[in-house]
């Protein structure tokens, strides 16, 4: 089940007279440059969180990751061990790790197309809602600096000691996205028939057909089969910039909404440690 947490700041809206829309966009690839995992895995590798062992163990579930072709079976193979790596990670220490290299590193990696689409959408009167597979604790910091609604993510089970517990409270992947666009359709008023979605990956086929605007943007070879397939708009994406620049020193104001929020926390945000600490490793040699 979706869970919705409100900003109880804010007052109620007015029951929705007529059907809503709303924009999904897949992250990765989608809106940012690369994968948010992996921008973030110098923070986390600085951070403490993950050691030489556990990255030489990441190596595997890091490559099937960076290659996307990974199978429904090989996803549950790496979520399981992502989800027993982080147990007993600290969830404030990740979350401070974000927020101190989040604009650094994240804003210079939003495709300046997907920026231009969010600003669209949203002048047409259409929610925002960012539908990623990793954690929120990475997920949610990024769609406030986009200005994002609402946001779905994967979530992690927090124990009494503020630490994972390596239990997956619930997975966005594949048709799960799905399932939570239709329960917030259902919430807020959105008629799907009219809505948008965005995503890169084969996997995320069912958010698509969950929709009756779906596009492809910067597709893998199985998505873009499909949407040859299906003549749904095949969109590239190639300049990043940084949000001051294209707004003349002003980023994305956070608009203000309910988030769709679940985090796996660093689960499914450490695809991508392995990299960096190779990388590291490697240059200080």
Known sequence: MLRLVENHSLPHSAPHSTPRTAAFFDL???VIAKS???????????????????VLRTAYAQFVFLAGGADHDQMERMREYLSALCRGWNVQLVKELVAETLHDLIDPIIYDEAASLIEEHHTAGRDVVIVSTSGAEVVE????????????????????????????????????????????AASEGYDLSRCYAYSDSATDLPMLEAVGRPHAVNPDRALRREALAREWPILEFHRPVRLKQRLGGFSVPPRPALV??????????TAGLVWYASRRRSTAA
């Open 141 to 184: 910091p990024i769609g406030e600096l986009l200005g994002a609604d609402r946001v779905v993510a994967t979530r992690m089970i927090v124990g009494d000691d503020g630490c994972f517990t390596g239990e997956v409270e619930y997975y966005a992947y594949g048709p799960t996205k799905a399932e939570a666009i239709r329960e917030l």
């Open 36 to 54: 948010s995992t992996l921008t973030f895995s110098k923070s986390f590798y600085q951070g403490g969180l993950i050691n030489r062992r556990a």
């Open 260 to 269: 769709a929020a679940a985090a796996i926390g660093a689960a499914a945000a």
């Open 28 to 30: 990765d690839k989608t």
